[in-house]
């Protein structure tokens, strides 16, 4: 895991959350503290993966677990190449006699119930969607900070709230438009799918959501919107919808949609002592950032 620079101190990644690619063709997400690294899904070609680690000074090797929310290819394709025996997959029992068959590295873990791998503890979040036993996920961070990624959800329930309401940073799904969506290329029956409480959400279901849940705490957290539809949704359309659903509230929050496929800037938390500068080569320099903080 230890990644050590030519001076020999370790790479401090600081606490972040990035997108390496979400859509409805492919999601995939890193997380780090400190010199720990995981992933969410695995859903991208291998090589955007391997770039994305690489920008960050890594590669395959220093990512110690692999949280998956469930078992759908746009999520797990590229699993074959990702897995290996020391690599811990985190994930519900559904979602693992789905995905990763006899791998013995694994957390089994159940909806609300948190575990602690390293410095992260992460709650596995309940999600109404067409697989086996899906989750999201919320991260809990040593600084304080915590970071929710919910994606594939039909329906937002409401012991999803306090996770959101908990969070500095949120990654919602906004899969669709629903005009779109009824007036797009979609046969009937999948436009029935899409839009069912096993589906996925709307950009106004997401709004709705993130405008009820974050009024009543007065909360400000950085918004990512993910997974989007290639057919059914623009990210103009997304990112204007969920913003109007916030002004009616009077909530201004810096929303925009991840890339589908394209490597995302990760959210850092401004609360570690690192701040910004989530990559320190040496611990003189760390000492330099802290000094100039205080
Ligand atoms: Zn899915
Ligand atoms: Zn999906």
Same mark, same amino acid.
């Given at each position: 895991m230890s990644n050590p620079t030519q001076a020999g101190f370790t790479i401090d990644r600081g606490i972040t959350v990035q997108s390496f690619g979400s859509s409805s063709n492919g999601n995939a997400f890193l997380v780090t503290s400190g010199a720990q690294a995981l992933m969410v899904d695995c859903g991208i070609g291998i090589r955007t993966i391997q770039r994305g680690l690489k920008d960050r000074g890594m590669t395959l090797n220093d990512v110690s677990a692999l949280c998956i929310t469930h078992e759908h290819s746009d999520h797990i394709c590229t699993l074959p190449r990702v897995l290996r025996e020391d690599l811990c997959v985190v994930a519900t029992k559904g979602t693992a006699a789905r995905s990763i068959? %006899?791998? /013995?590295?694994r957390e089994t873990v159940r909806a609300f119930v948190p575990i602690t791998i390293g410095e992260i503890t992460i709650w596995p979040l309940k999600v109404s969607h067409d697989a086996a036993e899906p989750t999201g996920f919320m991260f809990e961070f040593k600084d304080g900070s915590r970071a929710t990624i919910l994606t594939d959800l039909g329906v937002f329930t409401d012991d999803l709230a306090p996770f959101l309401q908990a969070s500095d940073f949120i990654i919602l799904e906004a899969n669709y438009d629903e005009h779109m969506l009824l007036t797009g290329p979609y046969p009937r029956y999948l436009q029935e799918r899409v839009r069912s409480r096993k589906g996925h959400l709307a950009n106004s279901a997401c709004g709705a959501a993130l405008a009820s849940v974050l009024s009543v705490e007065n909360r400000t957290p950085t918004v990512r919107l993910a997974h989007m539809s290639e057919h059914n949704n623009v990210n103009w359309l997304a990112e204007q919808t969920v913003t109007q659903h916030l002004t009616e509230v009077d909530l201004e929050l810096d929303v925009r949609v991840l890339p589908r496929k394209e490597i995302f800037e990760p959210w850092v938390s401004? %609360?570690? /002592?690192?701040g910004k500068e989530f990559v320190l080569s040496t611990e003189a320099e760390r000492r330099g950032q802290l000094a100039l903080e205080m």
């Open positions: 068959g %006899r791998h /013995a590295n401004t %609360r570690s /002592a690192a």
